[in-house]
Nanobody, 118 residues
Framework: QVQPMESGGGSVQVGGSLRLSCVVSGYRGSSYCMYWFRQAQGKGREVVASIDTTGITRYADFAIGRFTISKDNANNTGYLQMNGLKPEDTAKYYC????????????WGQGTQVIVSS
């Protein structure tokens, strides 16, 4: 059973950076899509970024120019580099994976909290 595991969340001041990591097991090579979602308190879940099996990336509008998703297939680890953080980026961030790149993906981590303070 695939179980993504996130790490790297924390508290940061406005304008700061964080790198979230997502370790996965159960896949071979690049044969899965990886997604980062987030959910702020009292709000719905929203997609942040995704990377497919060929390395093509997609971003939500709010993430363009500030966030970068990447995937190290050799180590089954994905990353979300977040720069220029804003208070509105405060949320719980979830890594999700799917071998068929379905939406919604079928394997989810427990999430890691990001707090951006001014």
């Amino acid at each position: 059973q695939v179980q993504p595991m996130e790490s790297g969340g924390g508290s940061v001041q406005v304008g700061g950076s964080l790198r979230l990591s997502c370790v996965v097991s159960g896949y071979r090579g690049s044969s899965y899509c990886m997604y980062w979602f987030r959910q702020a308190q009292g709000k719905g879940r929203e997609v942040v970024a995704s990377i497919d099996t060929t390395g093509i990336t997609r971003y939500a509008d709010f993430a363009i120019g500030r966030f970068t998703i990447s995937k190290d297939n050799a180590n089954n680890t994905g990353y979300l580099q977040m720069n220029g953080l804003k208070p509105e980026d405060t949320a719980k961030y979830y890594c999700a994976t799917d071998s068929r790149c379905r939406s919604p993906p079928n394997s989810w981590g427990q999430g890691t909290q990001v707090i951006v303070s001014s």
